[in-house]
DNA sequence: CGACTAGTTGAGGCCAGTCAATGTTGGTGG
DNA sequence: CCACCAACATTGACTGGCCTCAACTAGTCG
């Protein structure tokens, strides 16, 4: 069963009064010294992704001082459940992280799937808690930036607040684009534009393109695309058969971007 | 047609050097003095929703000055298009308004729908580009909040930057409950959960939340639940048919809402 | 008054869901 | 290392909910 992680101090914490409380959340609070953080934004891979792109070295030293821990999650680990008070947003330094809501009747329903170099947990400013969980999808790293810090933050440090604004607005637009699929795409097109996405968000990080494995089961996949399980199989059987791509279980290998790319429009 | 709405000044705009060119899209840029727009925050019956909640008296009236200029726009105009530049949100006065994406195909979605007391125009943020269209269903008027001002002010008045920040946060918890609906929601559920979503919305602002005029067509409320408007149509038919509502063309009077509640869940 | 848009209602078809059986994979402990 | 088990995935047969197509009505505006 997935169990909420208990972040892993990278050093242990000492005991003396440099020892700081970082967060309120009992449960979740790690209690450790800021200092003994090791990796810092100035030597993460994730930084041109991250929320301190464009801020001068010194801004760095600023944005870096305020990471309060890193937290290890494991697969099926949970960062955050829904209704859980908010804090801090995540910025994922590896591994992928899936996003669920919870109907009131227990359904639940994947609406974002997240990897390497994305910040999640924006769902949980306006009331202070979180509306989504976040569960980790495999071995998986975040940073946690404390809500209260960025904003203070932002406020002396214009790019700042430039890249807080953007990352806000860009899971706005990425919510967009999710309600057009859903709201009026066929199966085949759903799963072709869902492939075609991916394959984009590895090329921006520097992966290949046409070549990934999937992090997610074909429930997982098919909840987030408004499907069933069995539907997404058979989706996959045909793009296969039709030579559009090659899949061997969670394995894909994009064959003919070019039909799939038609598929979808 | 729906036309580009030319904002109409409240005052003649006067032709000396403080009308001021509020922004650089030739065809909608109205020429008008900011001194000359006569409402102010301070008067308007929407502050309470508005994004200066919360604000000092002094605070108030920096806000007022960066509010650039009122449009009017009748109904089917446009406030914006998809790709056209972004330098404002909006607050909507009164009326109401619809924003739409389109497909690479022209296939287009209803993705919001947006009453008085909203803001709107969020998704410009990251990329300087509008996503969405925003089309007025009806006589509305709305106020221009140019975002560099609104940035600008935030920096010096954490409370506005909170306001911020919280409605760039409903707007993205509005979207993953959408995401949900559209995602996991049978068509009965999605048309209760939207009726009952308006209530609550109508309810907010001092109207009846029993009893409300649609401002969309059948084909709009189902491009927004990712139905076909016969679906629509044939669900208010047994909705009304089964006592749940009263529904006479777009007047919707809710009978009973435990029921409906039911259905949703 | 005619043309047009919006809405209703019916008949029939199809896409995706449901139910069910079987195959495959990966992790765990003997 | 292999056997076992549980979770994941595939495939088939059938069903049903929503879409499509179509005819008709009601209301609106020039």
Redesign the interface.
């Given at each position: 069963m997935a169990h909420v992680a208990t972040p892993v101090p990278l050093v242990p914490a000492p005991a003396d009064a440099s020892a700081l409380r970082v967060t309120d959340a009992a449960s979740l609070a790690p209690v450790i010294s800021i200092r003994d953080v090791k990796k810092r934004c100035q030597t993460c891979g994730m930084r041109e992704l991250c929320l301190p792109i464009a801020l001068t070295g010194d801004e760095m030293k600023q944005f870096d001082a305020l990471v309060a821990h890193r937290t290890k999650l494991k697969k099926a680990d949970t960062l955050y459940r829904a209704g859980e008070s908010f804090h801090a947003l995540y910025a994922i330094q590896f591994g992928s992280l899936k996003t669920v809501?919870l109907?009131?009747?227990g359904?639940e329903?994947v609406?974002g799937y997240h990897m390497l170099g994305e910040i999640i947990g924006?769902?949980?400013?306006?009331n202070d808690r979180h509306?989504?969980a976040a569960i980790a999808l495999e071995d998986t790293e975040v940073c946690a930036l404390p809500f209260v810090s960025i904003?203070q933050l932002?406020?002396?440090m214009?790019a700042l607040?430039?890249n807080l604004?953007?990352?806000?607005?860009?899971?706005?637009?990425r919510?967009?684009?999710?309600?057009?699929m859903?709201?009026?795409?066929h199966a085949a097109e759903r799963l072709a534009t869902f492939l075609l996405n991916l394959a984009d968000r590895y090329r921006q990080r520097g992966y290949s393109s046409t070549e990934y494995v999937l992090r997610m089961t074909r429930e997982e996949i098919g909840?987030?695309?408004?499907l069933k399980l069995e539907t997404v199989s058979r989706l996959f059987a045909r793009f296969h058969q039709e030579g559009l791509i090659h899949v061997q279980g969670r394995s894909v290998k994009l064959l003919d971007t070019a039909a799939l790319k038609k598929i979808?429009?």
């Open positions: 809501v109907a009131e009747d359904r329903q609406i924006f769902d949980g400013i306006d509306h989504a904003a932002a406020r002396i214009p607040q430039q604004h953007h990352m806000l607005s860009t899971e706005h637009s919510a967009q684009s999710v309600m057009l859903l709201g009026s795409m909840s987030y695309l408004g979808t429009a």
